[in-house]
């Protein structure tokens, strides 16, 4: 019982998490892309390209802050517990929905700003969420415990486009705008920050005042990948893979829009389909190829055929065709989410796990804060499509790095 419901309460957490996120892709295009949207921000007398800088930033902003606070929080955990660093970050979650509802409402940018970036600090916690799993769970079970995080992130990136675009349609219900999904998420996160309180029992029982928290231990740990030659290349393939996909998920909203105009509910619909085909990759398919082949042959092809499936959304003419590439899209990315995380786990011995996937997640969160920013300036330059293009490229050019170093001896030894 005390298991279960630590799990369940750090799955609520994470897919909170990852639903506002979520709810962010079809909603911000209205923002600062769409300057026919009812919704649109941008002051008169303001380009269009000023509105592509700012989404891109707006973007970056909460990955930027999780990239700095998640070894923060998980080492404040340590410290003073998982339970009250949960509340603490269930709570800031809270007023940054809250606040970016407001922002919405009176068109105040700089607010919408400070509630993403206080979102972002706050929504570093999946440190902590791992650190209660790891404190109830033993080291053999920890692999399937873990999962559950796996499947609250897929869950949200399904249901946060589809109730971003849903609930932001008046269409539906008059008195719906593009604040409404996050006063929706700002209740459920009440709603949860109560449970935790009243359910969520504190799993670290050792908790100890003495430990000193090093601020500076995200920068620390990219050093840390650099330094570490044995799987170096990894690390660099899983950044140019995530910020790839950080490139296309920025502006293939507005793209939508301009080529096949696309609304806000049409947007939250084509992701959650995405988000679908993620999910049955690596909860069914990923399992099926592992029977057969080893990460490295998968992610061989996989990261190639990424790229390539990315570059294919320039070919449909028609919107019902973008669907067509959903399933390719979709395997390709899930192999290469699943078999990348494990290969670097094998590659190194069992003293450095916590190390190295601690050091892959900060890897993995400055690879989504720096593209949305270069994007958004690309995006003003030449045009938001151009944003798709060069996703393709860049997690090709990850494919091409990895098939480089794949047939050296230390990935086959680690085979």
Same mark, same amino acid.
């Given at each position: 019982?005390?298991?279960?419901?630590?799990?369940?309460?750090?799955?609520?957490?994470?897919?909170?998490?990852?639903?506002?996120?979520?709810?962010?892709?079809?909603?911000?295009?209205?923002?600062?892309?769409?300057?026919?949207?009812?919704?649109?921000?941008?002051?008169?007398g303001w380009d269009i390209s000023q509105g592509f800088i700012l989404l891109g930033f707006l973007s970056a902003i909460y990955p930027l802050m999780?990239?700095? #606070?998640?070894?923060?929080?998980?080492?404040?955990?340590?410290?003073?517990?998982?339970?009250?660093?949960?509340?603490?970050?269930?709570?800031?979650?809270?007023?940054?929905?809250?606040?970016?509802?407001?922002?919405?409402?009176?068109?105040?940018?700089?607010?919408?700003?400070?509630?993403?970036?206080?979102?972002?600090?706050?929504?570093?916690?999946?440190?902590?969420?791992? #650190?209660?799993?790891?404190?109830?769970?033993?080291?053999?079970?920890?692999?399937?415990?873990?999962?559950?995080?796996?499947?609250?992130?897929?869950?949200?990136?399904?249901?946060?486009?589809?109730?971003?675009?849903?609930?932001?349609?008046?269409?539906?219900?008059?008195?719906?705008?593009?604040?409404?999904?996050?006063?929706?998420? #700002?209740?459920?996160?009440?709603?949860?920050?109560?449970?935790?309180?009243?359910?969520?029992?504190?799993?670290?029982?050792? #908790?100890?005042?003495?430990?000193?928290?090093?601020?500076?231990?995200?920068?620390?740990?990219?050093?840390?990948?650099?330094?570490?030659?044995?799987?170096?290349?990894?690390?660099?393939?899983?950044?140019?893979?995530?910020?790839?996909?950080?490139?296309?998920?920025?502006?293939?909203?507005?793209?939508?829009?301009?080529?096949?105009?696309?609304?806000?509910?049409?947007?939250?619909?084509?992701?959650?389909?995405?988000?679908?085909?993620?999910?049955?990759?690596?909860?069914?398919?990923? =399992?099926?190829?592992?029977?057969?082949?080893?990460?490295?042959?998968?992610?061989?092809?996989?990261?190639?055929?990424?790229?390539?499936?990315?570059?294919?959304?320039?070919?449909?003419?028609?919107?019902?065709?973008?669907?067509?590439?959903?399933?390719?899209?979709?395997?390709?990315?899930?192999?290469?989410?699943?078999?990348?995380?494990?290969?670097?786990?094998?590659?190194?011995?069992?003293?450095?796990?916590?190390?190295?996937?601690?050091?892959?997640?900060?890897?993995?969160?400055?690879?989504?804060?720096?593209?949305?920013?270069?994007?958004?300036?690309?995006?003003?330059?030449?045009?938001?499509?151009?944003?798709?293009?060069?996703?393709?490229?860049?997690?090709?050019?990850?494919?091409?790095?990895?098939?480089?170093?794949?047939? =050296?001896?230390?990935?086959?030894?680690?085979?």
């Amino acid at each position: 019982m005390f298991k279960n419901k630590t799990l369940l309460m750090v799955f609520a957490i994470i897919f909170l998490d990852m639903l506002g996120v979520g709810m962010l892709i079809p909603v911000i295009p209205l923002l600062l892309g769409d300057p026919l949207s009812p919704y649109y921000l941008l002051p008169a007398g303001w380009d269009i390209s000023q509105g592509f800088i700012l989404l891109g930033f707006l973007s970056a902003i909460y990955p930027l802050m999780q990239f700095v #606070a998640t070894p923060i929080l998980g080492q404040m955990s340590d410290k003073f517990g998982r339970k009250k660093v949960l509340l603490i970050c269930l709570f800031g979650t809270f007023v940054g929905y809250v606040l970016f509802a407001i922002g919405i409402l009176i068109a105040n940018l700089p607010l919408l700003f400070f509630a993403r970036a206080l979102d972002g600090i706050t929504g570093g916690n999946i440190s902590v969420a791992q #650190a209660a799993i790891a404190d109830i769970t033993k080291p053999e079970d920890r692999a399937k415990s873990f999962g559950l995080i796996g499947a609250a992130f897929g869950l949200g990136f399904i249901f946060g486009p589809l109730l971003g675009g849903k609930l932001s349609d008046p269409e539906l219900v008059s008195w719906f705008s593009a604040a409404t999904p996050f006063w929706f998420a #700002a209740i459920l996160t009440l709603i949860n920050c109560f449970a935790l309180f009243l359910f969520l029992p504190e799993t670290l029982k050792n #908790a100890s005042n003495e430990l000193k928290v090093n601020w500076g231990k995200a920068l620390s740990q990219i050093r840390a990948a650099y330094l570490m030659k044995e799987v170096r290349h990894l690390f660099l393939s899983g950044f140019l893979f995530q910020g790839g996909f950080a490139f296309f998920t920025t502006f293939f909203g507005v793209f939508l829009i301009n080529k096949f105009g696309f609304d806000q509910g049409g947007i939250g619909d084509y992701f959650a389909v995405v988000g679908i085909f993620i999910v049955i990759t690596q909860a069914v398919i990923t =399992r099926l190829v592992s029977r057969k082949y080893r990460e490295a042959q998968v992610l061989r092809v996989s990261l190639v055929g990424t790229g390539l499936a990315l570059l294919m959304y320039f070919l449909p003419v028609a919107a019902w065709q973008l669907y067509l590439i959903v399933p390719f899209f979709a395997v390709f990315n899930g192999l290469t989410q699943a078999n990348l995380n494990g290969l670097v786990s094998r590659s190194v011995g069992a003293d450095m796990q916590g190390r190295v996937l601690g050091i892959l997640s900060a890897v993995s969160a400055l690879a989504n804060a720096i593209p949305p920013i270069l994007s958004g300036l690309v995006a003003a330059s030449i045009g938001p499509e151009s944003s798709i293009i060069i996703s393709g490229f860049v997690i090709i050019l990850a494919g091409v790095i990895f098939n480089i170093f794949a047939g =050296r001896k230390k990935v086959a030894v680690a085979q």
